[in-house]
């Protein structure tokens, strides 16, 4: 998984492993990792916040050592906290970028949050596919393949455009029966509003 020269951004699994984070900054890798928020951190450097940081949630940014005596990583590291109404536990943030003027506590914060909504997506994609046994491939070629999970994302994004979110299983279902036949325009055109976005005032 570690290639040189790679930004890795992970949830708090990754974080557990110091050994883990100090063998990616060896590698020459930059990460964002999440860390569970009983961490034992030692401050070494608070950083002072701008108006954006401030803006993206950002409460603290600090240079710490991480880990106790028994479980230290061996270097520096940078930490952000992030606290905004709409989490349901604040978000710290591990990364071995220390300087604030290279990567902005803001720009990490959103980075995090690019990295988390493509895995969303992902989790939506394996969902919408079902079962790998269940999974109908038109082409058994790498690039046949390729060509259909790429047009079923393009479908995917196309109709989240239209719906204000991202369609369900039984919409996907309902849009493979029109294409077998089954479902007519007009039936589909019914179903399409009942899958959008409610808006609220």
């Not at 949830?11 to 883990?20: T, V």
């Not at 220390?98 to 939506?124: H, M, N, V």
Request: charged share 25%.
């Amino acid at each position: 998984m570690i290639k040189p020269g790679e930004f890795s951004v992970g949830d708090r699994y990754y974080g557990r492993d110091y050994q883990f984070l100090n063998r990616l900054s060896e590698a020459g890798c930059s990460y964002l990792i999440r860390l569970r928020e009983d961490s034992v951190m030692e401050v070494v450097e608070k950083l002072p916040l701008v108006p954006a940081d401030v803006k993206a949630g950002v409460v603290s940014d600090r240079i710490v050592r991480l880990g106790s005596r028994t479980k230290r990583h061996p270097g520096l590291v940078r930490i952000i906290r992030i606290e905004k109404p709409e989490l349901d536990e604040p978000l710290i943030l591990v990364t071995n970028q220390l300087s604030p003027t290279d990567l902005g506590a803001a720009l990490l914060a959103g980075i995090y949050k690019q990295g988390w909504e493509i895995e969303l997506f992902f989790r939506w994609l394996k969902c919408v596919f079902g079962r790998r046994k269940q999974w109908h491939w038109f082409a058994e070629s790498e690039n046949g393949v390729g060509i259909q999970l790429y047009s079923a994302m393009i479908a995917a994004l196309l109709l989240s455009r239209r719906l204000g979110k991202l369609p369900g299983k039984r919409l996907y279902e309902a849009l493979q029966f029109h294409q077998a036949g089954w479902v007519s325009e007009a039936e589909l055109a019914a179903i399409l509003p009942r899958n959008a976005l409610k808006k609220t005032q």
